[in-house]
């Protein structure tokens, strides 16, 4: 099936430093790549929805300078917490869209395995 | 704005047990609803997908229904197992080319 490697699995990192998570589809062209965020014992939620080639639509009270989002090739999408603090601490999941015309379908999102970030 | 409620949040079941979870959306125009299991510190498998013209998904002890018209959505674990023990996720889409939105999720411990 339809496999996104994400990386890196796990982070840590100092108080106002960057960190990127990088998300590659690896059998389909992820058209669509959707970063979501989930802290402890909470549920997934969104952050912004990535076209590729085009500039990202963060949800309300996600700031677009702290979370930069790339996505420059159908492979690859990219998000950099920018001066990352201890409150950014959470799991990390992109979701991709196939928007080539595989067998997967748009039908179906694709799920990296996650990244936790941990700021000290 | 979509809202995905799930009850209940948590539930304990002795190991042999049949259960059904539970999953609400306050708006009934969805494209699909996906069931999701996510053990502690992991990533997410997907279990079921129901496509919104579908009523039930079944993958061997588990059964997904649907009832778009109401908003619910229910998961049927049968013969429930400690290795069953996770949490599951319910989440809906509105249209091919958009996020999933996910409810808060069941906690399900299965003791043997």
């Known amino acids: 099936g339809a496999v996104v490697s994400q990386h890196p699995s796990w982070v840590i990192c100092k108080s106002g430093t960057s960190v990127k998570i990088e998300c590659r589809s690896l059998?389909?062209?992820?058209?669509?790549m959707f970063w979501y965020r989930q802290f402890p014992k909470q549920s997934l939620m969104l952050m912004a929805t990535s076209n590729e080639g085009s500039k990202a639509t963060y949800e309300q009270g996600v700031e677009k300078d702290k979370f930069l989002i790339n996505h420059a090739s159908l492979t690859l999408s990219t998000l950099t917490v920018t001066s990352a603090h201890p409150e950014d601490s959470s799991f990390y999941i992109c979701?991709?869209?196939?928007?080539?015309?595989?067998?997967?379908?748009?039908?179906?999102?694709?799920f990296g395995a996650g990244s936790r970030l941990t700021v000290l | 704005k979509q809202e995905v409620t799930q009850i209940p949040a948590a539930l304990s079941v002795p190991e042999g047990e049949n259960l059904v979870l539970n999953c609400s959306f306050t708006?009934?125009?969805?494209?699909?609803l996906q069931w999701f299991r996510q053990d502690p510190g992991k990533g997410l498998t997907s279990l079921l997908l129901i496509q919104s013209s579908q009523r039930e998904q079944t993958s061997g002890r588990l059964n997904a229904s649907l009832d778009k018209s109401s908003g619910r959505s229910t998961l049927y674990i049968a013969a429930s197992q400690p290795g069953d023990s996770a949490t599951y996720l319910c989440a809906v889409r509105h249209q091919a080319g958009t996020a999933l939105i996910f409810g808060k999720g069941t906690t399900l411990s299965v003791s043997s």
């Open positions: 979701s991709a869209r196939d928007g080539g015309q595989g067998v997967f379908g748009a039908n179906v999102l694709t």
């Open positions: 059998d389909f062209q992820a058209t669509t």
């Open positions: 708006d009934s125009a969805i494209y699909n």
